[in-house]
Protein backbone atom coordinates (compact mmCIF):
# COMPACT_ATOMS: atom_id res chain seq x y z
CA UNK A 1 0.00 0.00 0.00
CA UNK A 2 1.52 3.82 -0.24
CA UNK A 3 -0.23 6.71 0.73
CA UNK A 4 -0.65 9.63 -2.18
CA UNK A 5 -1.01 13.22 -1.51
CA UNK A 6 -1.38 15.28 -4.39
CA UNK A 7 -0.51 19.56 -4.59
CA UNK A 8 -0.75 21.98 -7.76
CA UNK A 9 -4.25 22.30 -7.82
CA UNK A 10 -5.37 25.79 -8.44
CA UNK A 11 -7.66 28.78 -10.35
CA UNK A 12 -5.79 29.40 -13.90
CA UNK A 13 -7.28 30.94 -16.99
CA UNK A 14 -8.15 29.32 -19.88
CA UNK A 15 -5.18 28.86 -21.66
CA UNK A 16 -2.77 28.70 -18.78
CA UNK A 17 -1.03 25.14 -17.19
CA UNK A 18 -0.63 24.02 -14.01
CA UNK A 19 1.88 21.13 -12.90
CA UNK A 20 0.34 18.95 -10.82
CA UNK A 21 2.52 16.81 -8.25
CA UNK A 22 2.12 13.32 -6.20
CA UNK A 23 3.71 12.22 -3.79
CA UNK A 24 3.63 8.74 -2.54
CA UNK A 25 5.11 6.77 0.10
CA UNK A 26 6.70 3.34 0.65
CA UNK A 27 9.03 1.53 -1.76
CA UNK A 28 6.88 0.05 -3.58
CA UNK A 29 5.79 3.14 -5.60
CA UNK A 30 8.89 2.53 -8.00
CA UNK A 31 7.28 -1.14 -9.24
CA UNK A 32 3.91 0.42 -9.64
CA UNK A 33 2.11 1.90 -12.56
CA UNK A 34 0.44 5.30 -11.82
CA UNK A 35 -2.93 7.19 -13.50
CA UNK A 36 -4.50 10.43 -12.57
CA UNK A 37 -7.88 10.83 -12.87
CA UNK A 38 -10.41 13.96 -12.82
CA UNK A 39 -14.37 13.86 -11.22
CA UNK A 40 -16.06 17.56 -12.10
CA UNK A 41 -19.49 18.33 -10.29
CA UNK A 42 -22.43 16.17 -11.28
CA UNK A 43 -20.16 13.90 -13.59
CA UNK A 44 -18.54 9.95 -13.05
CA UNK A 45 -14.76 9.78 -12.00
CA UNK A 46 -13.09 9.70 -15.54
CA UNK A 47 -9.46 8.78 -16.89
CA UNK A 48 -7.08 11.11 -17.54
CA UNK A 49 -3.78 9.64 -17.91
CA UNK A 50 -1.33 6.61 -16.99
CA UNK A 51 2.21 5.62 -16.52
CA UNK A 52 3.83 2.76 -16.27
CA UNK A 53 6.31 1.94 -13.13
CA UNK A 54 8.84 3.10 -15.35
CA UNK A 55 7.87 5.47 -17.66
CA UNK A 56 8.18 3.66 -20.75
CA UNK A 57 4.78 3.18 -21.53
CA UNK A 58 2.34 6.58 -20.96
CA UNK A 59 -1.02 8.02 -22.52
CA UNK A 60 -3.46 10.14 -21.87
CA UNK A 61 -7.33 10.49 -23.05
CA UNK A 62 -8.44 11.41 -26.00
CA UNK A 63 -10.24 15.06 -24.44
CA UNK A 64 -6.73 15.92 -23.05
CA UNK A 65 -4.44 14.60 -25.82
CA UNK A 66 -1.21 17.04 -26.85
CA UNK A 67 -1.82 19.04 -23.81
CA UNK A 68 -1.51 17.02 -21.03
CA UNK A 69 1.44 14.66 -20.13
CA UNK A 70 2.35 12.58 -17.33
CA UNK A 71 5.79 11.40 -16.40
CA UNK A 72 7.43 10.04 -12.98
CA UNK A 73 10.36 10.44 -11.01
CA UNK A 74 11.26 7.35 -9.05
CA UNK A 75 13.95 8.94 -7.35
CA UNK A 76 11.81 11.26 -5.45
CA UNK A 77 8.89 8.75 -5.19
CA UNK A 78 6.15 11.79 -7.69
CA UNK A 79 4.36 11.64 -10.28
CA UNK A 80 3.32 14.50 -12.32
CA UNK A 81 0.46 15.90 -14.63
CA UNK A 82 2.14 18.72 -16.83
CA UNK A 83 -1.38 20.06 -18.15
CA UNK A 84 -1.23 22.99 -20.98
CA UNK A 85 -4.02 25.33 -22.41
CA UNK A 86 -6.28 24.15 -20.12
CA UNK A 87 -10.14 24.77 -20.98
CA UNK A 88 -12.87 25.60 -18.82
CA UNK A 89 -14.38 21.89 -18.96
CA UNK A 90 -10.79 20.94 -17.88
CA UNK A 91 -12.27 22.04 -13.93
CA UNK A 92 -12.31 19.36 -11.57
CA UNK A 93 -11.13 17.46 -9.15
CA UNK A 94 -7.73 15.59 -10.05
CA UNK A 95 -7.04 12.49 -8.32
CA UNK A 96 -3.57 10.87 -8.46
CA UNK A 97 -3.92 6.31 -8.48
CA UNK A 98 -1.64 3.81 -7.48
CA UNK A 99 -2.29 0.60 -9.53
CA UNK A 100 -0.01 -2.65 -7.66
CA UNK A 101 0.88 -3.92 -11.25
CA UNK A 102 3.77 -2.19 -13.37
CA UNK A 103 1.55 -1.81 -16.36
CA UNK A 104 -0.43 1.47 -17.03
CA UNK A 105 -3.92 0.82 -17.50
CA UNK A 106 -6.86 3.64 -17.93
CA UNK A 107 -9.49 1.54 -15.97
CA UNK A 108 -10.03 3.09 -12.70
CA UNK A 109 -11.01 -0.11 -11.07
CA UNK A 110 -7.81 -1.55 -11.27
CA UNK A 111 -6.20 0.71 -9.06
CA UNK A 112 -5.65 0.21 -5.33
CA UNK A 113 -5.04 3.23 -3.86
CA UNK A 114 -6.20 7.55 -3.72
CA UNK A 115 -5.29 10.60 -3.25
CA UNK A 116 -7.64 12.83 -1.78
CA UNK A 117 -7.88 14.99 -5.11
CA UNK A 118 -6.72 18.64 -5.92
CA UNK A 119 -9.22 21.21 -7.16
CA UNK A 120 -8.48 22.67 -10.83
CA UNK A 121 -10.82 25.29 -11.26
CA UNK A 122 -10.26 27.32 -15.03
CA UNK A 123 -11.69 30.10 -15.97
CA UNK A 124 -12.98 31.51 -19.21
Known amino acids: QVQLVESGGGLVQAGGSLRLSCAAS????????MGWFRQAPGKEREFVAT????????YTADSVKGRFTISRDNAKNTVYLQMNSLKPEDTAVYYC?????????????????WGQGTQVTVSS
Open 26 to 33: GRAFVIYA
Open 97 to 113: AARRSSSANSASASYAD
Open 51 to 58: ISWDGTTA
